[in-house]
T-cell receptor, first 112, second 114 residues
Framework: AQSVTQPDIHITVSEGASLELRCNYS??????LFWYVQSPGQGLQLLLK??????LVQGIKGFEAEFKRSQSSFNLRKPSVHWSDAAEYFC??????????FGKGTHLIIQP | DSGVTQTPKHLITATGQRVTLRCSPR?????VYWYQQSLDQGLQFLIQ???????AKGNILERFSAQQFPDLHSELNLSSLELGDSALYFC?????????????FGPGTRLTVL
């Protein structure tokens, strides 16, 4: 079955340090890929998306993600995190007429 | 602010009851999606409507139903509620029904079943 895996439930990063959140998908073809962020008590906000073309995509808030077909991965990165980046991050795929399929999420904690 | 509104923000009810959650999509969006977020199941797609018609079904229980009205707002009806239905219910909207269209999420309705 098609699925999305976020292997890290929690990640702790010091403020100013770089960040990489992992996402792997299981799908026969290249899916449409998304990263969303959910701040406490808020809905989900789209950070970036990948459909085709350049495998490095830029998003909002200084985030970027790289699609690697050989590894079935779509990892999210940020060169320097800020305390306001503390949130829950979700990787998602669109596989057709079934809405978005989300990973379980990665909880990002920022240490001062 | 995504432009998607959901009411109510919080809902507390008892087992066996029925509730209705309401969603207003962004202006101009024709598709509405409903998702359930719970601790054990994570974020799950329930159902999609496009321009008033049901478009896709996900993991929606038979006790749950939804509809989209001519003004494009949508309602999710949950009946015979069980403790396990306690969750955050999100509505999202998009311009059309293509996966290329960004889904914009509302702030959610937190349902607590006692």
């Amino acid at each position: 079955a098609q699925s999305v895996t976020q292997p890290d439930i929690h990640i702790t990063v010091s403020e100013g340090a770089s960040l990489e959140l992992r996402c792997n998908y299981s799908y026969g073809a290249t899916p449409y890929l998304f990263w969303y962020v959910q701040s406490p008590g808020q809905g989900l906000q789209l950070l970036l998306k990948y459909f085709s073309g350049d495998t490095l995509v830029q998003g909002i808030k200084g985030f970027e993600a790289e699609f690697k077909r050989s590894q079935s991965s779509f990892n999210l990165r940020k060169p320097s995190v800020h305390w306001s980046d503390a949130a829950e991050y979700f990787c998602a795929v669109y596989l057709g007429a079934d809405g978005l399929t989300f990973g379980k999420g990665t909880h990002l904690i920022i240490q001062p | 602010d995504s432009g998607v509104t959901q009411t109510p923000k919080h809902l507390i009810t008892a087992t066996g009851q029925r509730v209705t959650l309401r969603c207003s999509p962004r202006s101009g969006d024709l598709s509405v999606y409903w998702y359930q977020q719970s601790l054990d199941q994570g974020l799950q797609f329930l159902i999609q409507y496009y321009n008033g018609e049901e478009r896709a079904k996900g993991n929606i229980l038979e006790r749950f139903s939804a509809q989209q009205f001519p003004d494009l707002h949508s309602e999710l009806n949950l009946s015979s509620l069980e403790l396990g239905d306690s969750a955050l219910y999100f509505c999202a909207s998009s311009l059309r029904t293509s996966g290329l269209d960004t889904q914009y999420f509302g702030p959610g309705t937190r349902l607590t079943v006692l």
